[in-house]
């Protein structure tokens, strides 16, 4: 199993720009280009949530359009930008297993050595997360019936805080019931969740929690400063691979850079600087 996974590409309508001046239509469609070409091919490319930036019908199609040029099966989730209802609409055909009720979106892929549960903790008019009572019993019973096989979480917001001013206040409010499902079913190891538009790992117990890179801006990491800053740091997305009985995740770039080169011995220490 390899995964590619994006978050938070905040597409806007046609000829507009994120905060007037960030073009994320044209950065999206270069991330796009990139993951079609990568050389080791991903068997499905994972989008944890704030698909669109406004929750608009035309941000929407722009967002279809670009992201189904994507060579790769699609798993995607919605975040605290999106609409769920318009979310649904336009996306599903790039997701079916999305179902057709916006307000319980949650499902489960089973065809690797470890399960996929994508779960919506996105809530309307609010940037802070909340996992409904059908989600929770849902997650529940998957994790009950999946019995010892290892199972990873992907939601948009962070389950608990992470320790970041800006980011806290509007993480997964109830985000402890979660936690109360990592504390009883030891099959639960990975959460990974966007919406922090940054690279930040922790654990609890025994599940590794992870926050994502955004594609195109990010939001620098300050203890104390909860001033809304973003930037445009280079962007990556996390890589996550099955080796044997261990899931590996590294981070890719998503900036073009130079190389890469084969390693040369005689060019590294070269005799004549002896």
């Known amino acids: 199993m ?3 996974q994006i978050s938070d590409t905040h597409f806007r309508s046609r ?3 994120l905060y007037g001046f960030i073009d994320v239509n044209a950065a999206n469609a270069d991330v796009v280009s990139q993951l079609n070409a990568l050389q080791e091919r991903p068997d499905a490319v994972v989008v944890s949530g704030d698909i669109v930036n406004c929750g608009r019908p035309e941000e929407y199609e722009v967002a279809r359009q670009i992201l189904g040029s994507l060579n790769y099966p699609l798993y995607l989730i919605p975040g605290n930008h999106d609409d769920k209802a318009l979310f649904l609409e336009y996306l599903h055909p790039l997701c079916p297993q999305l179902g057709r009720d916006a307000q319980n979106m949650h499902y489960a ?5 470890t ?6 903790s996105s809530r309307a008019s609010t940037s802070k997360g909340w996992l409904t009572e059908e ?8 994790l009950f019936d999946g019995g010892d096989k290892p199972a990873t979480v992907f939601m948009h917001h962070p389950p608990l805080p992470l ?3 800006q980011m806290d206040p509007i993480a997964c409010e109830n985000g402890h019931r979660l936690l109360a499902l990592v504390e009883r079913f030891p099959s639960l190891t990975r959460i990974f969740c966007g919406h922090n538009h940054s690279l930040t790992m922790t654990q609890y117990r025994q599940a590794i929690i992870s926050t994502i890179p955004g594609t195109v801006h990010q ?16 962007a990556s997305c996390l890589m996550h691979r099955q080796v044997d009985e261990q899931w590996v995740s590294y981070q890719h770039p998503l900036t073009h850079y130079a190389g890469p ?10 005799t004549e600087d002896c």
């Open 2 to 4: 390899l995964l590619a």
């Open 15 to 17: 000829g507009q720009k």
């Open 109 to 113: 892929v089973d065809d690797f050595a």
């Open 115 to 120: 399960r996929l549960l994508f779960i919506d």
């Open 135 to 142: 989600t929770i019993k849902w997650l529940e019973a998957q």
């Open 163 to 165: 320790g970041n001013a």
């Open 219 to 234: 939001v620098p990491y300050f203890h104390e400063d909860t001033r809304p800053y973003y930037d445009l740091s280079p």
């Open 261 to 270: 080169w084969m390693y040369d011995e005689n060019i590294s220490c070269p």
